[in-house]
T-cell receptor, first 112, second 112 residues
């Protein structure tokens, strides 16, 4: 089983739609969680951290369910510019070292 | 501007050749990381360094070497022992309040 699993997509949605991505992780020692966005042939960029209480940043809402080891990202009112691959990332701290584990990403294509 | 730079953007390697990828950051971050990304796979950790003059193997260190003589610099050498070096190589550094990782623009390595 992969440490971080995501539906690879692609998700094809029309502009203005609401779309949700899910992610599950296997290591219960995971301590912090992130969503990164990666455009084609570019580096990943931090989209938002994910907190236990859930958090929102404009059109983006992230949720964490520690009991189910599940993370989600909701995008409302999708824009063409939201087209990208969204990476689910978990951080595991062992002693003084921390390690990020990346999902393979979910590809989103927003169309007119 | 503060950030992470990687060079070159594209690199071609001949059989049996060692090549070195550059990574520089002026963010004053202690920790730096090297990942490789292959199509359809998540980022995989090659090496990381939490402080100057110290580095640790990641999940796929075989065929690679690094050095960390300066805080700002973390070069990666892809040796001839790495049999499948074609990939997108990403350098990252970690810092800030949330201890998140920030990525450089990446280097694409191709084998001739």
């Amino acid at each position: 089983r992969k440490e971080v699993e995501q539906d690879p997509g692609p998700f094809n949605v029309p502009e203005g739609a609401t779309v949700a991505f899910n992610c599950t992780y296997s290591n219960s020692a995971s301590q912090s969680f992130f969503w990164y966005r990666q455009d084609c042939r570019k580096e990943p960029k931090l989209l938002m951290s994910v907190y236990s209480s859930g958090n929102e940043d404009g059109r983006f809402t992230a949720q964490l369910n520690r009991a189910s080891q599940y993370i989600s990202l909701l995008i409302r009112d999708s824009k063409l510019s939201d087209s990208a691959t969204y990476l689910c990332v978990v951080n595991i701290v062992t002693g003084t070292a921390s390690k990020l584990t990346f999902g393979t990403g979910t590809r989103l294509q927003v169309t007119l | 501007d503060g950030g992470i730079t990687q060079s070159p953007k594209y690199l071609f390697r001949k059989e049996g050749q060692n090549v070195t990828l550059s990574c520089e950051q002026n963010l004053n971050h202690d920790a730096m990381y090297w990942y490789r990304q292959d199509p359809g796979q998540g980022l995989r950790l090659i090496y990381y360094s939490q402080i100057v003059n110290d580095f640790q193997k990641g999940d796929i260190a075989e065929g690679y070497s690094v050095s960390r003589e300066k805080k700002e610099s973390f070069p990666l050498t892809v040796t001839s022992a790495q049999k499948n070096p074609t990939a997108f190589y990403l350098c990252a550094s970690k810092g800030g309040v949330q201890e998140t990782q920030y990525f450089g623009p990446g280097t694409r390595l191709l084998v001739l």
